[in-house]
Nanobody, 126 residues
Framework: QVQLVESGGGLVQAGGSLRLSCAAS????????MAWFRQTPGKERYFVVA???????SYADSVKGRFTISRDNAKNTVYLQMNSLKPEDTALYYC????????????????????WGQGTQVTVSS
C-alpha cells in the first residue's frame, strides 16, 4: 500500500521560509515522478514543482527562483524548500507520486499522478 505523508506546513510571515517534507512508503521516490501541487478553497489544484526519476526538475513560473525540490533516496522522502514566501503562496500543499515515465509536458497535469498525500497547510501573512 502506497502512502504519502506531508509535513512541515505552518504560519510564516511574508519573506520567510518553510521546508515541506513528503515521506513515502510502499513506493520508491527515486523510482517515481514526485511532485507538489497546491490548492486554495474553491479553486483547482495547481502544479508547483516536480522531480523526475532521473533527477530533472520542472517548476511553475510563479515559484521559480524561490522554491526548490529535492529528495533523499535513503529516507524515501521528497522535500520542498520554500523561500521568499508571499501571501499568494498560501494554500494546502499536496505531495503526489506518478510513473517514472512521465514526460516533461505531462508533469503539470494532476491526472497523471497515481497517489496523493493528505496535504499540509501553508499560510503566509503579509
Amino acid at each position: 500500500q502506497v502512502q504519502l505523508v506531508e509535513s512541515g506546513g505552518g504560519l510564516v510571515q511574508a519573506g520567510g521560509s518553510l521546508r515541506l517534507s513528503c515521506a513515502a512508503s510502499g513506493r520508491s521516490v527515486r523510482g517515481s515522478t514526485m511532485a507538489w501541487f497546491r490548492q486554495t478553497p474553491g479553486k483547482e489544484r495547481y502544479f508547483v514543482v516536480a522531480i523526475k526519476a532521473g533527477g530533472g526538475t520542472s517548476y511553475a513560473d510563479s515559484v521559480k527562483g524561490r522554491f526548490t525540490i529535492s529528495r533523499d533516496n535513503a529516507k524515501n522522502t521528497v522535500y520542498l524548500q520554500m523561500n521568499s514566501l508571499k501571501p499568494e503562496d498560501t494554500a494546502l500543499y499536496y505531495c503526489a507520486a506518478g510513473s517514472p515515465s512521465l514526460i516533461t509536458s505531462s508533469l503539470a497535469t494532476r491526472e497523471y499522478y497515481d497517489y496523493w498525500g493528505q496535504g499540509t497547510q501553508v499560510t503566509v501573512s503579509s
